[in-house]
């Protein structure tokens, strides 16, 4: 299984941005489809972003289109969530998954040969 770290994640004011940044390691990164996925306080975890194996199709959360972009440096091991126009509802821990086999839109299409990061914090104050 390949191992994740986030990055990037802190505390920033409605309408700005932040980067999120998830290194991989321990396999080949570029045999994994990537996901963004959040979870707010006393809520259920959801899905907000995917990018495919070599980054060519992406798929966004309706609420985040327009404003989040994921994309991918295969080289570099590396997924990226760039948020732009952050919303006091975007506060939540953001998690990145991966998935050899599916390109992941969903928490339970994280299969046994997939990952989980740990999360980083994201606070969007009013």
């Known amino acids: 299984q390949v191992q994740l770290v986030e990055s990037g994640g802190g505390l920033v004011q409605a309408g700005g941005s932040l980067r999120l940044s998830c290194a991989a390691s321990?396999?080949?990164?570029?045999?994994?489809?990537m996901g963004w996925f959040r979870q707010a306080l006393g809520k259920e975890r959801e899905f907000v972003a995917a990018?495919?194996?070599?980054?060519?199709?992406?798929y966004y959360l309706e609420s985040v289109k327009g404003r989040f972009t994921c994309s991918r440096d295969n080289a570099k091991n590396t997924m990226y969530l760039q948020m732009n126009s952050l919303k006091p509802e975007d506060t939540a821990v953001y998690y990145c998954?991966?998935?050899?086999?599916?390109?992941?839109?969903?928490?339970?299409?994280?299969?046994?040969?997939?990952?989980w990061g740990q999360g980083t914090q994201v606070t969007v104050s009013s």
């Open positions: 990018i495919s194996w070599s980054g060519g199709n992406t």
């Open positions: 998954a991966a998935d050899p086999n599916t390109i992941p839109t969903m928490e339970s299409e994280i299969g046994p040969l997939g990952s």
């Open positions: 321990g396999r080949t990164f570029s045999s994994y489809a």
